[in-house]
């Protein structure tokens, strides 16, 4: 007589409360072999930043914010890159890894003969993502604080406002990783986040461009990412910051709830 063995194993013990803790457990036991990869995320951006301070910044001069105040074109720009960094590290994070795991590793229909449920690996990969922003975004800060580029103790506030930013594309991201085919998919990840970073008040105003182009970005999520960081470290502070968070917040809650509906129908079956 044979017996059909189930799809799933419950193993037998304690239950964490909570499970994606686990998420990132494993993903420090596999980064900790490699921790050259993470640490040398901290560079690039940093490298943007002293690339803007030591040579963009002399021969462009001051920057007239909309309310008429000058600000070094280098202290204009600094947030606009940690906000990129939070996004492009969030991106890559939830996008290459999890299609990786997802389709080649096939990592999580292991985790899944565990009590860990679909909802508990997309909590604990965004969370991990968001982990990563924040150790970026404390370097990154430290740095600007560092080369004057703050111009108000508020400044301490943009790393959680990063973790936002992050929150928000990382979430996104891995709801965009269920859909991907191949690798070739991984095109259309920088054809969005590539016009995102250009033309979401990154580099000048977004008074300096034409109407439309000011309509479109005014909806772009690095645009309000940006506009949340720029606000602490220049500490200008008003009711706008909460619709920029809304923002993020909402946008991060739709990415983490596709993502979790998705990834519970491809892991399921």
């Known amino acids: 007589m044979s017996v059909q063995a189930p799809s ?13 803790q686990r998420i990132w457990e ?3 036991i596999a980064y900790r072999r490699m921790w050259k990869v993470v640490f ?6 940093v490298f943007y930043l002293l690339a803007v301070g030591i040579g963009v910044d002399a021969m462009v001069g001051d920057v007239t914010l909309p309310g008429g105040s000058a600000i070094p074109y280098a202290t204009f720009v600094a947030p606009a890159m940690m906000a990129a960094s939070a996004m492009n590290g969030a991106v890559i994070e939830t996008t290459f890894n999890i299609f990786f795991k997802l ?3 096939k990592v999580y229909d292991g985790i899944l003969t565990t009590p860990m449920k679909p909802s508990d690996i997309a909590i604990g990969e965004i969370g991990w993502a968001l982990l990563r922003g924040v150790l970026y975004s404390t370097g990154f800060i430290v740095v600007m604080f560092a080369l004057g580029m703050t111009e ?6 943009a790393i ?3 973790t936002l930013v992050g929150f928000a594309f990382g979430a996104c991201g891995l709801a965009a990783a269920t859909y991907m085919r191949s690798w070739q998919d991984f095109d259309l990840v920088t054809l969005v986040t590539m016009p995102l970073f ?3 008040g990154t580099f000048f105003p977004l008074d300096v461009y034409p109407p439309l182009i000011q309509t479109i970005a005014s909806v772009s999520p690095l645009y309000h990412g940006t506009e949340l960081l720029r606000g602490f470290t220049l ?3 008003d009711s706008t910051m909460f619709g920029h968070a809304a923002f993020l917040l909402v946008m991060g809650l739709i990415g983490a709830g596709i993502a979790n509906r998705r990834l519970d129908g491809m892991l399921r079956k």
Request: hydrophobic content about 45%; aromatic content about 20%; cysteine-free.
């Open 8 to 20: 799933r194993i419950t193993p037998v013990g304690r239950i964490t409360p909570f499970r994606a």
């Open 26 to 28: 494993k993903n420090y």
């Open 40 to 45: 040398s995320g901290f560079f690039e951006p």
């Open 103 to 105: 389709k080649f590793n």
């Open 152 to 157: 108000s103790w508020l400044a301490i506030f």
């Open 160 to 162: 959680p406002s990063a």
């Open 198 to 200: 250009l033309f979401s």
């Open 235 to 237: 500490g200008i502070v």
